[in-house]
């Protein structure tokens, strides 16, 4: 036990205490870590060559970013020797987190540089990538936000987005890509309906009504896909959305092709990042649905429906989960395959845990989620030793780590998950 | 203006909760309604803020018949409530409380939060009610918390102003300056309705009493025309003896010794910071203190519960700092705990279930791993019958029976092992007047049998009774040791605020 | 309230029969809510599935404007042979009847899965991923060893089940000590295995000589489980003592729960692990055990896959059976027995369909749906009274938490 100083500013709990040093032990394993396999490992490889712009970029004589890849593993191994020096005698106080994420990121530069030495590779076109695959994450980590800020938890995600990707390509096609989407919104409304009246009306426990609308539209769907659409191609193809370029925006190099040369979905997404924080924040609706999910009988007492704001926003983070089936579709590829959507959904109830319910927090965390998918991409070209069966793991384990703690304890809406019983 | 309840009637399955309510309230004036724990008061409340539907009877304000689907409307009547759990988001700011549900707007539902934090300022200059705009509500004293939950009623423009137990949760003095404050919003012609089962505080603060007993007005009276043993006799049904009656402790050896201890609470703050005392054999020792002073985390850590940060705990002179809850209570320490609901049951398991819940893993409840459910089911019946717990039968999920009853069945359990010491807080919180009397009387007659007994209770008046020696508690250490016998409850209370007398 | 009790809804005391029944359905409930509302919610499961089937016949649909007569008849026929292959396909035969046991016992083992973990709190969604781990170690047992029958088998077996029971743990020990909701975890988890499997099925340890794609040597045949009807040389006839075996695991974990000090403290954990830390239980090591013994359960069902059926590995040989699984327990209230016959039925449904799906053109997906509608009526029990207007006691309570700690 540590004890505890009582003259001490800011006092350290043991937690916290406990905490720290776990980190300083974490920065130097992943200092001996990049020293060795990155460092050493990649010793008379050359220079890693990241690709900054596209040839079909507007200013694609912007120069390239060439690192040598042993030296420069070796300076981030120091790096995080010292950090980790630094951590273990005296911490980072409040900037701790900030830390973190550096060293994270640090990490990714040289695992990239290694696997790259002595090949160059489009690292504009992972991170196009990147923000593409997180939009799905981020658009399911949206509707869990809209849903647990009212408490109500929402692990039918998965099934949203199924579904909704199932009716974008059968209305899609047979209709108007534009009547997909909006017939995915209102797919992922009728199960965020569902979701809202069992758990809502009927009290039933909320996990359990989310597993079940997943295997009902995993079933759903995959039947009618056997049943019809194997047959019938003319119900399973989908005009695909082209991307926008924003002018001026999108002739910036590198970020500009990275997020301004992207379909409409990514904008969408965006978009409703902003409108939400604001919304929650600094609005009427956004106090009532936070009351709502914090203190329930607190709301109901000032006369704040809590029914009612749980029935709406659950209904709101169906369509936004819906609008992200619609991804897969119009977004995407344009053509259904059964179980598309493949865990997206509880990746995205992870990235709203990772962001700690907060509708920034959460797109960052889908942006890494996206990025580590992107990278397993990628990484079975440049033909690195490792495989790909890992690869596709790390954003699982990464999401373990994320929620037991790692970086902190969260603090989900007080009530998540509990029926509100009026007498 | 005049608010009057006529006939109100209300059923629970089981339970006749009202029974043809008539009350009246007019501005200008404070009504005390007086009942003990179950009688009804809450209820009542609850079905005048809409809350709950009445089966039969009327709400009328100023001679019009009002019909309240939800709190909304009875805001929109003019009646405000001050609950007795207050009703404040922990994570919301002062002014974020306030004005849920009545929120200033500028176009599209976006908030004025400069012109409610300007409101809010003006309502607590003009009443007295200092507070901060800004804070985050979890963060201020349960003392300043109540003043948000006044400043919430009257930023409504609440007429008819409704407090539940508003002083559960206030020291003697605080108790004093709400008063104040109460009498202040008389006189600027609110009606008061004052919720309470303290005799003391109805007759010092109510311009009227009514009294309700079993659902029922049993009679109105004035301060001037009654005396506390008449109220209580009205209140309970029966004379009460107001005192706990005692011989003088006989203290023994030291059971209990706390030397320095540091704890900290689950959100890893520092709650008890140094705390040291004694528990001899054969005395009650009482700690009083307002809540939120490391009480609970005290209890917890002497129970096993929660690691101690540093210090040292002595059982009977071992050293049992490091102890779990089943090396605790497997040295003979019973603990009642705080939350009966949370901790001291499994609501779900039947009687006999928790009857065995910390012994099960001996004979004669279980050989090897293998339970034996006969010798349970013997040892609960006996139990039951002796501790006098009303049920219909042992097989009974805990969640069926009263609350009186459930402390019951863990006092029968604590009491019936072979304890040295007691460790029980809140021991009687929410019960009926004849619970209490018997709890209290069984941990008088455990005392005269020489167990060490510590009482952690917010009630003062409960803790003064009942203890042999009275320690105070406040921010983290204790503060006074004093003779009950021999010192003020004004005086205890300036202790419990942090002051000197 | 008043110090009056409230009414009691209980049965009265008394041993035996009723203590079983009490213990089958948990609280005390009456039998209308154990049996009736279970056997309602399977019917109208199946009526909705008819629903389902004429409404996705797109040819009988675009009959039914011209010639109604002509797409009634088509709707009948491909309700009637869907409904009738799965019925004949699950008990119309020695055969079939064997096909329902061959598909109940790792059903009834991954069943009991996650019932043990809803009876301490724990919603294990991670039994598919136990049975991939505990399913290789099998195979690794199998294949590595040449033994006598009676040593190999088990052998086997206690490899799954420890297998298993380590992949489970993590999860419990992490909600434990960190509070990590074991949802996502077992979620994590389960993706994790599926990778792992692939990349083992790969590695020189498991692959079959002269293989170039995923897939594991087969198990010796001392490891399998002996076949029931071996002596009927009926090739078809493929049940195994794998379904013997899943029932006395059962009865074992009947008597873990109820009648054991261990089972006491799951139980307590599971509906208040604030109580149980009280009662100086430790709550740390039990969320850890049980779901190590959830686990093990998980590892044996994937064992029976591998030593019954398979005997040999392949990418996602555990065939969504832990998926089921869920549904399964929820079905059988969480109570051993149930889990029991829920495991014969979702046997039959599995048998049925693939009957179904290779004489009619109706895929076995139908059945996915049908068992999510049946635990959609069975943990909303609102709904079916309402339906049929039958008045029970109370409902179970099957307590899963929030993220919260």
Known sequence: ?423 | MELQLRGITKRFPGVLANDSVDLTARSGEILGLLGENGAGKTTLMNILYGLYTADEGQIIIDGQERHFEGPGDAIEAGIGMVHQHFMLVPVFTVTENVVLGVEPTNFAGIMDMKEAAREVHEISSKYGLEVDPEAITEDIPVGIQQRVEIIKVLFREAEFLVFDEPTAVLTPQEVEEFFGIIRGLRDAGKAIIFITHKLKEVLKISDRIAVLRDGKVVGHTTPAETTQEALAEMMVGRPVDLLVAKDVASPKEVVLRVDDVFVTDTRDQITVKGLSLEVKAGEIVGIAGIQGNGQTELVEMLTGMRPAASGAVYLNGEDVTDEGPRGIHSRGVAHIPEDRQRRGLVMNFTITENIVLNTYYDPPYSKGIVMDWDAAAAAAAKLVELFDVRTPSISIPANSLSGGNQQKVIVAREFSRDVKLIIAAQPTRGLDVGSIEYIHGRIVRARDAGVAILIVSTELDEVMALSDRLLVMFDGKIVADLDPTQVSATDVGLYMAGATP | MSDQQRPDTSPPDGKGTSQFFQDLTGLGIDWRSAVLVPVLAIITALLVGVVVIVFTDLEALRLWGSDPGAALSKTWSSVSGGYKALFVGSFGSLRAISETMVGAAPLILAGLSVAIGFRAGLFNIGTEGQMLIGGMSAILVGVAFQLPLFLHLPLALIGAAIGGAVWGAVPGILRAKTGAHEVITTIMLNLIALNLVVYLLKSSLFQAEGRTDPISETVAVSARFPRLFGYLHDSQVRVTAGIIFAVLVAWFIYWLLFKTTLGFEFRAVGMNPDGAHYAGMNVVFLYGAVMAVAGALGGLAGADQILSILYRGSPGFSAGIGFDAIALALLGRSHPAGVVAAGVLFGALRSGGQVMQVETDLSIDLILVIQALIVVFIAAPALIKAIYRVRTGRAADLPTTGWGT
């Open chain 1, 1 to 423: 036990m540590t004890a505890v100083s009582k003259t001490q500013e800011h006092v350290f709990t043991p937690a916290e205490l406990k905490r720290a040093r776990y980190l300083g032990i974490t920065y130097i394993v992943l200092a001996l870590f990049v020293l060795w396999f990155f460092g050493v490992g990649s010793i008379g490889e050359g220079d890693a060559t990241l690709k900054l712009v596209k040839p079909t970029d507007r200013f694609k004589e912007f120069p390239n970013l060439v690192l040598p890849a042993a030296i420069f593993s070796f300076v981030v191994a120091a790096m995080f020797a010292s950090l980790g020096a630094i951590q273990l005698t005296r911490g980072f106080k409040n900037m701790g987190n900030v830390v973190l994420a550096i060293v994270l990121l640090f990490f990714v530069f040289s695992f990239l540089t290694w696997a790259a030495a002595g090949k160059s590779f489009s690292f504009v076109g992972m991170m196009q990538e990147t923000v593409k695959r997180s939009i799905p994450i981020a658009l399911g980590a949206m509707s869990g936000v809209l849903s647990e800020r009212v408490a109500v938890i929402n692990i039918a995600i998965e099934g949203q987005l199924l579904g909704g990707a199932f009716v974008a390509v059968v209305v899609g096609s047979a209709v108007h890509p534009w009547m997909g989407v909006l017939a995915a919104i209102l797919t992922g409304v009728v199960l965020g309906w569902v979701l809202a009246v069992m758990a809502i009306r009927y009290r039933v426990d909320q996990i359990i009504v989310g597993v079940v609308i997943n295997l009902f539209v995993l079933g759903l769907t995959s039947f009618i896909t056997q049943r019809i659409l194997n047959d019938n191609p003319q119900f399973n193809g989908s005009e695909v959305f082209r991307a926008i370029e924003i002018p001026l925006l999108s002739d910036i190099p590198f970020f500009g092709t990275v997020l301004f040369k992207q379909n409409i979905f990514v904008y969408v997404t965006f978009a409703l990042v902003a409108v939400l924080t604001y919304g929650l924040f600094h609005t009427k609706w956004g106090l009532r649905s936070r009351a709502v999910g914090e203190h329930p009988k607190a709301a109901d007492t000032l006369g704040v429906s809590v029914y009612g704001y749980r029935y709406l926003n659950t209904l709101m983070g169906g369509a936004v989960a819906g609008f992200g089936g619609a991804y897969f579709i119009q977004g995407s590829v344009g053509q259904f395959d059964e179980n598309m959507t493949n865990g997206r959904g509880f990746i995205g109830l992870a990235a709203m845990i990772f962001g700690r319910w907060h509708p920034v927090g959460a797109l960052s965390a889908a942006l890494v989620f996206g990025f580590a998918e992107a990278l397993s991409g990628k990484l079975s070209i440049l033909q690195t030793p490792i495989p790909s069966e890992f690869l596709g793991m790390a954003p699982y384990i990464v999401t373990i780590v994320v929620v037991a703690g790692l970086v902190g304890k969260a603090r989900p809406p007080a009530a998540d998950g509990q029926p509100y019983i009026k007498d």
